[in-house]
């Protein structure tokens, strides 16, 4: 069984940040589970464009309001607490922050926790992040 509490994450190597984020990486690769589960703050006012093309995501959010675009459709959807959205496409998207949003996302193949986003936004082939960890 793994046990975990977010409040022992921060300020080890668990807890990554970027810009205006920070997520909390509560499963990994190397817990052998399957996937990867994360906590993630984004700050108020912030806006990420993310294009996730090597990993499925899905993301549920526990606080804030924001929004994501798909930008493949142009579709924007509200964010707030209690609603789930999965990148079942591998959707490039945009995400906005307009108050602090605290979300809970899944991973799968699941991340390692060295992982940077890259230029287009999206994290490395996971055989690609495994050959530099």
Not at 57 to 63: A, I, P
Request: charged letters at 25%; glycine letters at 8%; hydrophobic letters at 35%.
């Amino acid at each position: 069984m793994i046990v975990r509490d977010l409040n022992d994450m921060k300020g080890t190597d668990r807890a990554v940040s970027d810009a205006q984020w920070t997520s909390y990486r509560m499963l990994l690769a190397g817990d052998k589970m399957g996937f990867s589960f994360h906590i993630t703050v984004l700050e108020a006012g912030s806006e990420h464009t993310f294009h996730y093309k090597n990993h499925f995501e899905s993301v549920y959010c526990m606080k804030g309001k924001g929004s994501i675009t798909d930008l493949g459709t142009g579709e924007t959807h509200e964010i707030r607490p209690g609603v789930m959205y999965a990148l079942n496409l591998h959707d490039k998207h945009i995400l906005r922050a307009e108050e602090e949003l605290h979300m809970a996302c899944c991973f799968n193949p699941p991340v390692t926790g060295t992982e940077v986003h890259q230029a287009d936004g999206s994290y490395a082939a996971p055989e690609d992040a495994e050959a530099t960890s």
